[in-house]
């Protein structure tokens, strides 16, 4: 609750000035409470804020902060939040294809969001193909929790899928990936806390 208030109060600062940059930030604000909502199974709120979004979108073209791909991210992330996987996954792999190479976190993040969707579908193949393909973007990202996000899912897909072969040979090669196994024993938040 206290991120929605804190969105609304950013949102009602903006709200008075129309240039593209400020467009640009009440998309993602009104994108950020829709995934708020997701995750407190207000799907109507969702359904709302991310339209609102939207129709932001058209106003803000060309900005680098937020444009339909990362828009794509949010609506994925809210599909699977509020348990639509199938929607997730297909929204996730479009803004896999249309995140510029250079936005690592955000394609990280996808790959990640998509890799739990498919796992949550039972899709053997489709989460050995994404979890194959976040190795090298979590990585790049150099991030902890990203890391952590990783082997989280890493160990649910070995329990899910326990006497599989491909299973455990991918997971072994994460687990024992040089870049990935270094975390350290301090406390690290979860990834996807709300998830997992």
Known sequence: ????????????????????????????????WAESAALLGERTVMEEKLSASTELLGQCEGNDEFG????RLYRGTCSLYIGDVVSADTCLEQALRELRPDLLHQRASAVLLQTQARLTLRDLKGTLETLRTAVPLVVATNS??????????????????????DVRDAVREIQHHPQLCTLPTRHIPRYLEAQL
């Open 1 to 32: 609750m206290e991120s929605i208030q804190t969105t609304a109060a950013a949102l009602r600062l903006l709200e008075n000035i129309h240039e593209t940059d400020v467009f640009a930030s009440r998309a993602r604000l009104l994108a950020h």
């Open 68 to 71: 339909a791909a990362i828009w």
């Open 144 to 165: 902890l929790l990203l890391d952590r996000g990783l082997m989280d899912l890493t160990e649910r897909f070995m329990t899910t899928f326990p006497r599989n072969g």
